[in-house]
Each structure stands twice: as C-alpha cells, then as structure tokens.
C-alpha cells in the first residue's frame, strides 16, 4: 500500500489554474514565455510614406537609457527594460507590465540607417528609418511623338 498526499493533487491543480488564469488574461502581445523567463512582447504602430518608415512604440515606464535599438541585416531589435514596481507597498490593482521587453522586425525594404532618428517624448518612442534612395519610388515621364 502506497500513500499519496492528498496536498499534491491541490498544487498540481492550483499550478494548472494558475497558467490557465494567466493565459487567459493576460494580452498575448503582453508576454512571450522564453527560457530565461518572460519577456515582455513590445506593441507598436507602424506606417510608411514614399520617403520613410516609421515606428511608434509605447514603452510607459521606461527610462530612454535602459532602450537600444540595433538594425542587422534585414531586422530591427528594439529591447530595454521597464522598471520594476515599488516594492514597499502592497498593491490593491496592479496591471502595468514591467520587465525586460524585446521585439524584432524585418524591414523588407532598404533603409538608410545612417540617417536613422529615434526619438522618446512621454513615454513614447518613435523611430524614423528614412528609405534608401533607390528603394523610392520615382516617376518616369512619358514621352509622345509630336505631329
């Protein structure tokens, strides 16, 4: 005869609504689960005119130092971190994400970074990737016989 612990049923249960409960609620754009842990997965806008590329990311909480911006090949990185919550006070509500965040995309379209801008006012950061001159678009005159 074998004893089981009727406890362990409970954890196991309890871990099992715990992932389910976080899953559900939690927006899917909020965190990505990595090895290290969960980094949160950054929200951005992003648009395009005939002379640039821009994107816009609300990083609330995050201190310009503590966000890099690196562009290799084809992707850009944007990742930094956001302060921790204080830890000194028991929170009623708490729904602010803050940690490490990370996010890549590829940029499909020739930019030229070494004029790149970013700029970051009230929390937020705006990147302005100006387009290669080759990848603009330019128009060709028609030319007509003249009678």
Request: aromatic share 8%.
């Amino acid at each position: 005869m074998t004893y089981r612990d009727p406890s362990e049923d409970f954890n196991t249960w309890n871990r099992a609504m715990s992932r389910l409960v976080e899953d559900s609620f939690v927006p899917t754009w909020l965190a990505e689960r990595r090895a290290g842990g969960r980094v949160l997965r950054l929200p951005l806008d992003a648009y395009i005119t005939a002379e640039e590329i821009v994107i816009l990311a609300s990083i609330p909480g995050a201190d310009p130092e503590n966000v890099e911006i690196t562009f290799e090949g084809d992707t850009l990185t944007i990742q930094g971190e956001i302060r921790a919550p204080l830890e000194n006070v028991d929170y009623a509500l708490q729904e602010r994400p803050f940690g490490q965040f990370r996010r890549n995309l590829t940029i499909n379209t020739p930019v030229n970074i070494n004029k790149a801008e970013a700029k970051f006012d009230n929390g937020v950061l705006t990147l302005i990737l100006p387009k290669a001159e080759e990848s603009r678009a330019k128009s060709i005159e028609i030319k007509t016989k003249k009678k």
